[in-house]
Structure formats: C-alpha cells, structure tokens
C-alpha cells in the first residue's frame, strides 16, 4: 500500500532519511522517507553544490558505488537534501563536510527544478544550487565517494556520462557562470531556473 503525502502544513520531524516534499509553489507540505519519495516521483527540496578553482576547472566526485541511485556516476561535487526546518545554506555546509570533508564557503548561484528518471527511481526535485571556491582536490569520506576529478572547460564530456542534474548544471551555467559567482565578480543575484526541466 503506498503512503500518502502528508496534508498541507503536516508537522515535519528533522531526519537526514527524510526529504521535504514541496507544493507546486515550491511551499514545504510534509516529509518522507527519502527512497519512497524517489520511488514515486513526489516533488522534494535539494541542495547541490559546485566546487571550482581559480581557473574555472570543476571538482567532480564520482558516487559511492553503494549509493541506492546513480552509484559510481560522476557527478558535481555533492548533493543531497535538507531535514524539515533546516536552511539551505545549512543543509549544503554539513553535506559538504559529510562527503568531501571541506568547510568552504559557499554562496547560492541558482534555484533550478528538474525531474529525472534514474532507474527505477525518479528524481523529482527543487534545487538550490551553491558555488564555492577550492584550491586543491579535498580528502573524502569512502562510504559516499569513490573519488574525485577535475573537470577542464577545455575538456567538458571527459567524464560523461555525467549524472542527469550535473550535466544539466554544465548546460546551464557552464565554467564562467560558477567560477565569478564563487570568485564574487559578478552581482550576486540568485538565478531562477523557470519551470520543471524534464530529463
């Protein structure tokens, strides 16, 4: 029997097993447990960052092959989920100390939505996406990455297939976009991504 989202102003309880799910206005309606939300497709909060240096080369991790989706993908440089009642901003700190072992600032570049099939999964999400500056290749945590990469502008499908959201990233913003927001060249402003890109 499959669960029900909860009603419209559902009491959430904070877990990292859990996503919030989202009204078409992008407003929290309750949370769920993360695979049974991804088993249906339900439309969820997400946070996804991108990591550059200074000449605009991107940190790519490629996922843990224990991953429950997309194991052993390359992909940007983490994303995951915020808990109920916890920022964006926050949500994309801890998961960038939990995967990469970084404590970089971060600022956000955009907001895009996006649906994917994965699978037998489907990604159905409303992503802030963060930008933030590094000087090397980080140290990472095992049991979420495999390893890590450089991605060149000069060399932007060496590591395709990408996983969908990250190349969707690639598409949208490509090297310059991400590289002045985290260097803060450009005006600052928070991009939106417009209606749901469908992958």
């Known amino acids: 029997m499959h669960e029900a989202p909860p009603p419209h102003g559902a009491v959430m309880r904070a877990s990292t097993r ?12 309750g949370a769920m447990g993360k695979h049974a939300a991804h088993m249906r497709g339900l ?3 997400a946070i996804s960052i991108v ?3 200074r000449m605009g080369r991107q940190l790519l991790q490629q996922r843990a092959f224990t991953k429950y989706h997309c194991g052993g993908q390359w992909s940007n440089a983490c994303c995951s989920h ?9 949500a994309a700190q801890r998961r960038l100390y939990d995967e990469l072992r970084l404590r970089t600032p971060l600022v956000q570049l955009a907001r895009v939505r996006y649906r994917a099939r994965v699978g037998r999964l489907v990604e159905h999400e409303c992503v802030d ?5 590094v000087d090397e290749a980080p140290r990472f945590n095992p049991k979420e990455v495999a390893q890590v990469a450089w991605l060149s502008p000069g060399a932007p499908h060496a590591h395709d297939p990408l996983t969908p959201w990250s190349a969707l990233y690639v598409k949208l913003f490509g090297f310059d976009i991400p590289r002045r927001r985290a260097l803060g060249l450009d005006d600052g402003a928070v991009r939106d991504g417009g209606p749901v890109f469908q992958l």
């Open 129 to 133: 996406l963060f930008v933030g500056l």
């Open 82 to 90: 915020q808990m109920a009642g916890e920022s964006s901003q926050a």
């Open 43 to 45: 439309y969820h909060r």
């Open 51 to 53: 990591l550059v240096d």
């Open 18 to 29: 859990e996503v919030v799910l989202l009204d078409a206005q992008d407003r929290p309606i």
